[in-house]
């Protein structure tokens, strides 16, 4: 899987592929930048990892299947 940094933009015609987990790891400086596809049941959920103004972390749900 390619590594996805969002502070830049990527090119229109490259595919990237979010890890598909059950359950989110703990937001970490690790996890920054990470984007994670959540599938519970049937329905997909889209977060990304992000440093917060009091330098916690938390994963951002981007998006969600219908």
Known sequence: MP???VR????ATE?????EVTALPPPSAEQVDRIIKLRTGGQAKIYICL??????????QMAVSE
């Open 3 to 5: 590594s996805i940094n």
């Open 51 to 60: 440093r917060n103004s009091d330098d916690s972390y938390a994963w951002i």
């Open 8 to 11: 830049g933009l990527l090119p």
């Open 15 to 19: 595919r990237v592929e979010a890890e």
